[in-house]
């Protein structure tokens, strides 16, 4: 059954400390996409990479926030340093470039002290 | 501003009651998205339509483009349809990238 795995499910850590998230999208999706859900902003997009090439990370804050692809098979998404603001679940999406239709992950978890 | 609003906020409804939450956006779209998310859970796409009616199971998704406006029914409602609706439109077939809405909060009470 193929699905979209996130890394890590939770994770509580310090402020200005270093959080990598990892994504591993479904075999065969061409289109990433990074998603950030608090209380109060609800779904906001962060990144959008399509055959591994940033297209759009206009919603990232880009002092501390980074989006990279290293290959097909794993999205990344980086924060340095943390802060309590940051604390939020991040969702990562994939799917096929022309299909529309979207899969998401179980998302991750992030605490910021 | 492509903005996204969805009524009811909240929403609360007895086992078996027909359900209807309301989508409506401000700009031209390529297609828009219904998802499904419960407490504390991942994201589940419901479904994605750019025209007309799609049916799966007690949901139904309809969309009128010239008015903006799309409305997902859930028929038969049940206590394990408690979940948040969130509707979600992208401008641009290939891009694809989703504004959301603020999402309806759904309780089935038994």
């Known amino acids: 059954d193929a699905r979209v795995t996130q890394t890590p499910r939770d994770k509580v850590t310090e402020m200005g400390q270093e959080v990598t998230m990892r994504c591993q999208p479904i075999l065969g999706h061409n289109t990433v996409f990074w998603y950030r859900q608090t209380m109060k902003q609800g779904l906001e997009l962060l990144a959008y990479?399509?055959?591994?090439?940033?297209?759009?990370d206009s919603g990232m804050p880009k002092d501390r926030f980074s989006a990279e692809m290293p290959d097909a098979t794993l999205a990344t998404l980086k924060i340095q340093p943390s802060e309590p603001r940051d604390s939020a679940v991040y969702f990562c999406a994939s799917g096929r470039y022309g299909s529309g239709e979207l899969f998401f992950g179980e998302g991750s978890r992030l605490t910021v002290l | 501003k492509n903005e996204v609003e969805q009524s009811p906020q909240n929403l609360t409804a007895q086992e078996g009651e027909f359900i209807t939450i309301n989508c409506s956006y401000s700009v031209g779209i390529s297609a828009l998205h219904w998802l499904q998310q419960h407490p504390g859970g991942g994201i589940v796409s419901l479904f994605m339509?750019?025209?007309g009616k799609k049916k799966h199971g007690r949901l139904i998704a309809t969309i009128n483009i010239q008015e903006k406006h799309s409305s997902l029914h859930i028929t038969a409602s049940h206590p394990r349809d408690s979940a948040v609706y969130i509707c979600?439109?992208?401008?641009?077939?290939?891009?694809?990238?989703?504004?959301f809405g603020s999402g309806t909060r759904l309780q089935v009470q038994p």
């Open positions: 339509l750019s025209s």
């Open positions: 990479f399509r055959n591994r090439a940033p297209l759009d």
């Open positions: 979600a439109n992208s401008m641009d077939t290939g891009r694809r990238a989703l504004t």
